[in-house]
């Protein structure tokens, strides 16, 4: 069965720092995009960050040069470095694998799905 596991979410000030990591199991996914997401209470889940299976990335507006995304496929994890958060970052933040090598930024290209960790950042 196939499960991805995301962890380190929790409640930090604003400007402050979290890591978030998606462990893989059942399959690899080291030939497959990896992505990002976050959904907000009354709001639609939306695109963060995605990696291609070469490590290249790419990252929404709302969190270029604050997240980092990168990817360790001898652990198949996957990981989120979120530097400089702000109060619009409180969301669930999901882990997602694309059905491609290549990123994505729509959730219908996503096979697979985490259970999300909440992120809550406090003013």
């Known amino acids: 069965q196939v499960q991805l596991a995301e962890s380190g979410g929790g409640l930090v000030q604003a400007g402050g720092s979290l890591r978030l990591s998606c462990a893989a199991s059942?399959?690899?996914?080291?030939?497959?995009?990896m992505g990002w997401f976050r959904q907000a209470p009354g709001k639609e889940r939306e695109f963060v960050a995605a990696?291609?299976?070469?490590?290249?990335?790419y990252y929404a507006d709302s969190v270029k040069g604050r997240f980092t995304i990168s990817r360790d496929n001898a652990k198949n994890t996957v990981y989120l470095q979120m530097n400089s958060l702000k109060p619009e970052d409180t969301a669930v933040y999901y882990c997602?694998?694309?059905?491609?090598?290549?990123?994505?930024?729509?959730?219908?290209?996503?096979?697979?799905w985490g259970q999300g960790t909440q992120v809550t950042v406090s003013s």
């Open positions: 997602a694998a694309a059905r491609t090598p290549f990123w994505k930024v729509a959730t219908h290209e996503y096979d697979y």
């Open positions: 059942g399959r690899t996914f080291s030939n497959n995009a």
């Open positions: 990696v291609g299976w070469s490590g290249s990335p």
